[in-house]
């Protein structure tokens, strides 16, 4: 029996938290170390003839003086500018690092078998609570970076994987979005988070379910245990085992779908040799057969031509 292994990534920089940057982020997210995270990221997937999903920031993906060109693109809301402030304070100071790396995206592009998604424009929430003509905006900011790139975002993963204004999403040509995995409010969302690292009898999640006239739902998948604070203290052992449960008892229908950010390694360095392990698993299994690694665009076109050919 063939489960699905999906592997995806929210490349964001200091977008990602562009409403509290601290010296830690500052220290933290350079050019120089956001670039050799991204090396060492696509040089494993490499190693194990992975593909997968890396969704960008669109502005992110665009250089300081572009930023300045497309400047009417940025959010000209007082929820958007209120985000902004950071960005425009290091925008001032002529300290760009860490909100720009059009290298990133080439890093990523050139090993050609990873698929390039959307992240958002700004990196903006975009749930319920913000108005819509601001999701708007900024679904139709993406289209526009991404024509200046000759991108194809087929797919999204909505920033602090907040998901709201779905109806949109066929308007600009995506086909899925990275589904919340639901825990409730963010206090109880993050201790439920820590508390599932130490379920080594986690189970895979079952396949989405197409649609013809809305965005498929991908299935969630998990937070990879990012090493640092308080998930130090979970053994590498425990999840390492949690994936491996999750993959050795995925089937036909089951979708095992394994998520982090680039920078995780550069904050927690553990986590990428920790990673490597689950991927030797991964290569394991799909070698044997009982595996197929799908990115998050490949997932929803093979399903929902599986159900057309059922309907």
């Not at 920089?13 to 990221?41: E, F, N, Q, S, V």
């Not at 720009?100 to 609570?129: K, Y």
């Not at 927690?268 to 991964?282: K, W």
């Not at 399903?303 to 057309?308: F, Y």
């Given at each position: 029996?063939?489960?699905?292994?999906?592997?995806?990534?929210?490349?964001?920089?200091?977008?990602?938290?562009?409403?509290?940057?601290?010296?830690?982020?500052?220290?933290?997210?350079?050019?120089?170390?956001?670039?050799?995270?991204?090396?060492?990221?696509?040089?494993?997937?490499?190693?194990?003839?992975?593909?997968?999903?890396?969704?960008?920031?669109?502005?992110?993906?665009?250089?300081?003086?572009?930023?300045?060109?497309?400047?009417?693109?940025?959010?000209?809301?007082?929820?958007?500018?209120?985000?902004?402030?950071?960005?425009?304070?290091?925008?001032?100071?002529?300290?760009?690092?860490?909100?720009?790396?059009?290298?990133?995206?080439?890093?990523?592009?050139?090993?050609?078998?990873?698929?390039?998604?959307?992240?958002?424009?700004?990196?903006?929430?975009?749930?319920?609570?913000?108005?819509?003509?601001?999701?708007?905006?900024?679904?139709?900011?993406?289209?526009?970076?991404?024509?200046?790139?000759?991108?194809?975002?087929d797919t999204l993963?909505?920033?602090?994987?907040?998901?709201?204004?779905?109806?949109?999403?066929?308007?600009?040509?995506?086909?899925?979005?990275?589904?919340?995995?639901?825990?409730?409010?963010?206090?109880?969302?993050?201790?439920?988070?820590?508390?599932?690292?130490?379920?080594?009898?986690?189970?895979?999640?079952?396949?989405?379910?197409?649609?013809?006239?809305?965005?498929?739902?991908?299935?969630?998948?998990?937070?990879?245990?990012?090493?640092?604070?308080?998930?130090?203290?979970?053994?590498?052992?425990?999840?390492?085992?949690?994936?491996?449960?999750?993959?050795?008892?995925?089937?036909?229908?089951?979708?095992?779908?394994?998520?982090?950010?680039?920078?995780n390694i550069i904050?927690?360095?553990?986590?990428?040799?920790?990673?490597?392990?689950?991927?030797?698993?991964?290569?394991?299994?799909?070698?044997?057969?009982?595996?197929?690694?799908?990115?998050?665009?490949?997932?929803?076109?093979?399903?929902?031509?599986?159900?057309?050919?059922?309907?």
């Open positions: 029996m063939t489960a699905t292994f999906i592997l995806s990534l929210d490349c964001e920089g200091k977008w990602g938290m562009a409403d509290h940057i601290t010296p830690y982020h500052d220290h933290h997210l350079t050019a120089d170390k956001l670039r050799g995270a991204y090396l060492a990221l696509t040089a494993l997937f490499a190693r194990y003839e992975v593909p997968a999903t890396f969704a960008f920031v669109m502005a992110f993906i665009l250089s300081g003086a572009e930023q300045e060109v497309v400047d009417d693109l940025f959010p000209d809301h007082p929820a958007g500018r209120a985000w902004l402030a950071s960005f425009r304070s290091a925008q001032a100071r002529g300290d760009l690092g860490g909100w720009t790396l059009p290298e990133a995206l080439d890093i990523v592009r050139d090993d050609g078998r990873n698929e390039i998604a959307s992240h958002g424009f700004s990196h903006l929430p975009l749930d319920e609570d913000t108005p819509r003509d601001l999701a708007e905006r900024e679904f139709a900011a993406c289209d526009r970076v991404a024509r200046m790139r000759g991108l194809a975002l993963v909505f920033p602090r994987n907040q998901v709201g204004h779905v109806d949109l999403l066929a308007e600009h040509g995506v086909l899925g979005y990275r589904e919340r995995l639901a825990r409730g409010h963010d206090k109880i969302r993050k201790a439920a988070a820590l508390a599932s690292e130490l379920n080594v009898f986690e189970r895979p999640q079952p396949d989405a379910v197409p649609s013809r006239d809305r965005a498929m739902a991908i299935p969630s998948g998990h937070f990879f245990n990012w090493r640092v604070g308080a998930r130090r203290m979970v053994p590498r052992w425990t999840t390492a085992m949690r994936w491996r449960a999750m993959l050795e008892a995925a089937g036909t229908g089951d979708v095992v779908h394994l998520w982090l950010h680039p920078h904050t927690g360095p553990e986590t990428l040799p920790l990673l490597e392990r689950v991927l030797r698993d991964v290569a394991r299994l799909r070698d044997a057969g009982r595996l197929e690694i799908a990115t998050q665009a490949t997932y929803c076109r093979a399903l929902a031509a599986k159900h057309e050919g059922d309907a």
